[in-house]
């Protein structure tokens, strides 16, 4: 429990007395050497881990292990054929190899769920540390919009939200190579998901605010934006990284199940988009158990993993987390 | 439970609804393109019926506040407008048709999985490490990573297209219903069974979970120490002590989670074509109907603040530190 404390504690603000820039990182090396000992430590975060770099590897080159994402066009082998020794997990209903496209929609669920995370972080941090450190009626209303958003039916309100968008931004627009549908899809799950990230960011903010360190900032005439910046969001670090992993988990399973009920898109297939497939081909009740497996197996390993690594970041880095599990 | 806390908490459910209201009249236009232009497609259409047909829908009056007030006056008189797709039919009727199957669903589903997850999860807490934690919590965490239709769909499988034991889809047979009475409701329970298994299947991981946790938590209080240092047996420690507090938390998220158990059962009906809310959404979806599909949200967002609002009442009334 002292370690924990001890990782807790300042980041910046509490200066290491005689230490310059050189040994602030000698000191920041040493804590994360620390950090992932006990990191180590953990059997769930480290299997999680595991399953995260194997799919991790995948998504960052699909072509090296299974060449091109095959299309209706490009397809290899015949409608619904079984697993054999040339199409290892079978075909689907265009006869389009199963392996070939999980490992592609491993890039593209995996890219989609990195970058709504980020926008949710960026959305929670940034309103969280703001509400947090002005406190009063901006604090207010900010945090009664946040509490609209987690009373609400989010997942209902993406899915009004997401066509309407795409209506708005028009289904050919693309960006960096990603298609307007997917990018809605992106945007959807970050402005449905910030207001928990905001709500635990403005709560730490709140008691940090209160700290010494910060007095003595604003006494010595630091201005709010830069105490934000260089006292209380080091210290809210630890938080962030925990709730960024979690955030994760839930975005792919946002992505996956809007991709499923026919919201993605065809040409760029996530897993989700391979399973609304299956359904519309009737995989299922044909008993073609090779199309629904593999994608289904790989979206519930990925969530499993980031839940595992995320509850472990929890349990070690966030000071209010007891040991619950 | 004090008027001052029942006002505050009624105050608060009647803004949240009018956000509601607001969003879901803004959002519609958002869209591109005026709804003359969708709706009077006619390029020969002379300027004069535009602009009478303008005036008959008040389109020619400012957005705020001459239409907005307009559309919350409908709204309240229960007009939620016509359906795109299913033509003429007001968007109550059609969306009233399809609350049935769901509520059945999602009603039966929960309520068996607030007692097999909260037993399970009790259990698990209050012999933290044992078999029935070490097992149960492993299954619990696996099934919470699953969407519902990624249960759904290995059900179909193994107990519809490979052993089947249940019909694949639909909510009866073909003049299932019409059967004489103990049949039709065999065959309407048949066709439940796979459906009602995947939603609850969904839940209990969730609750069992949340209801360990809570036990656990409880586990550590004064009381609990207390009530042991008395003499008390394990097993009525646990039921008379430890599980009435456990369950506090238990309600408020049993309520709030009732949005995001609308959501999935959207799409455990997706794979069974359950006729109800989920596969209305997806038909409504897929030739773009917004009216029903703001008729969709606005009767769960509603029901999820009412849910909301319900649960606050009964914590109120069971947490003697908030009656005051």
Redo the contacts between chains.
């Keep these: 429990m002292s370690a924990a404390r001890a990782s807790g504690a300042p980041v910046s603000g509490a200066p290491v007395s005689g230490a310059g820039k050189a040994g602030r990182w000698r000191l920041r090396a040493a804590q994360l050497r620390a950090f992932a000992a006990r990191y180590a430590g953990r059997a769930d975060g480290m299997l999680g881990l595991v399953v995260l770099v194997f799919f991790g590897i995948l998504a960052l080159a699909p072509e090296l292990f299974v060449g091109p994402l095959e299309t209706a066009t490009r397809a290899s082998a015949h409608a619904f054929d079984a697993p054999s020794a040339q199409h290892l997990l079978g075909a689907d209903d265009l006869g389009r190899d199963i392996l070939n496209r999980t490992v592609h929609g491993a890039r593209i669920s995996m890219t989609i769920g990195l970058m709504a995370t980020v926008i949710t972080l960026v959305f929670g941090v940034v309103l969280g540390l703001v509400a947090g450190y002005s406190g009063g009626l901006v604090d207010n209303l900010l945090m009664r919009i946040a ?2 958003f987690l ?7 993406a ?3 997401a ?2 968008l795409i ?2 931004v028009g289904a050919d627009a693309e960006v960096m190579g990603i298609r307007a549908t997917l990018l809605v899809i992106i945007v959807v799950i970050g402005i449905t998901s910030w207001a928990a990230t905001a709500r635990i960011i403005r709560s730490q903010t709140l008691s940090l605010k209160e700290r010494m360190f910060v007095d003595r900032a604003r006494v010595v005439g630091v201005g709010p934006g830069r105490i934000i910046l260089r006292h209380i969001l080091p210290n809210v670090m630890n938080l962030i990284v925990a709730n960024a992993v979690l955030t994760f ?1 839930s975005a792919v ?1 946002t992505e ?2 809007l991709s ?4 993605g898109d065809p040409f760029q297939p996530s897993w989700g988009q391979i ?1 609304n497939g ?2 519309d081909s009737g995989a ?6 090779w199309v ?2 593999p994608p ?1 197996v790989s ?2 390993l990925v ?2 993993a980031f ?2 690594m995320g509850n472990a970041l929890d349990d070690l880095l966030n000071p209010k987390s007891r040991v ?2 | 439970m004090s008027a001052r806390y029942l006002g505050q908490r009624l105050l608060q459910a009647i803004v ?1 609804i009018a ?2 209201v607001l969003l879901n009249f803004l ?2 236009r ?3 393109g005026s709804p003359e232009r969708i709706l009077l497609r006619n390029p020969n259409l002379s300027q004069q019926v535009v602009e009478a047909t303008r005036a008959r829908w008040g389109l020619d009056k400012p957005l705020i506040p001459d239409q907005l007030v307009s559309y919350i006056g409908s709204t309240l008189e229960g007009d939620l407008g016509y359906s795109f797709k299913f033509r003429g039919q007001p968007v109550t009727s059609v969306i009233a048709d399809r609350v049935g199957p769901t509520l059945l669903l999602v009603g039966l589903g929960e309520l068996i999985s607030v007692f097999v997850g909260i037993a399970i999860g009790a259990y698990a807490g209050w012999r933290r490490g044992g078999v029935v934690d070490r097992v149960g ?1 492993g299954v619990s ?2 099934l ?4 519902y ?2 249960i759904g ?2 059900l ?2 193994i107990f ?3 052993l089947g034991w249940f019909p ?2 639909g909510m009866t047979s073909v003049g299932g219903g019409d059967r004489p009475f103990p049949d039709n409701i065999i065959d309407l329970a048949r066709h439940l069974a796979l459906p009602l298994a995947t939603v609850s299947l969904g839940l209990i991981g969730q609750y069992s979970i949340l209801m360990r ?1 809570a036990i ?2 409880t586990r550590s209080e004064d009381y609990i120490t207390t009530a042991r240092a008395k003499g008390l047996r394990d097993g009525r420690v646990l039921r008379a002590h430890a599980f009435p507090n456990a369950m506090l938390p238990m309600v408020t998220l049993i309520a ?1 989670n ?3 158990v ?3 059962a ?2 455990a009906e ?2 069974f074509s359950w006729p109800g809310l989920g596969t209305l ?2 038909t409504a ?2 030739s ?1 109907d ?1 009216p029903v ?2 008729g ?2 606005l009767l ?2 509603v029901s ?2 009412l849910a ?1 609002l319900a649960a606050d009442i009964i914590y109120g009334l069971l947490d003697p530190r908030v009656r005051r």
């Design positions: 509490d609209f009373v609400l039916p989010t997942f209902v309100l899915l009004i939200l066509p309407v209506e708005v988990a399973l996956t199940t499923f009920i026919g919201l399973l299956a359904q299922a009740g044909l008993g073609a158990w629904i497996a289904a979206v519930v969530i499993l839940t595992l619950r599990r | 949240t956000a509601i959002l519609f958002l869209m591109p919590s965490l696996v919470y990573s699953m969407p239709f990624v769909m290995p179909i499988v519809a297209a490979g694949t889809s946790s656990i938590e709030i009732l949005g995001y609308i959501g999935g959207i799409t997706i794979v959404t997806v979806l897929q773009r917004y599909l703001q969709i949200f769960v967002a999820v603040v909301n």
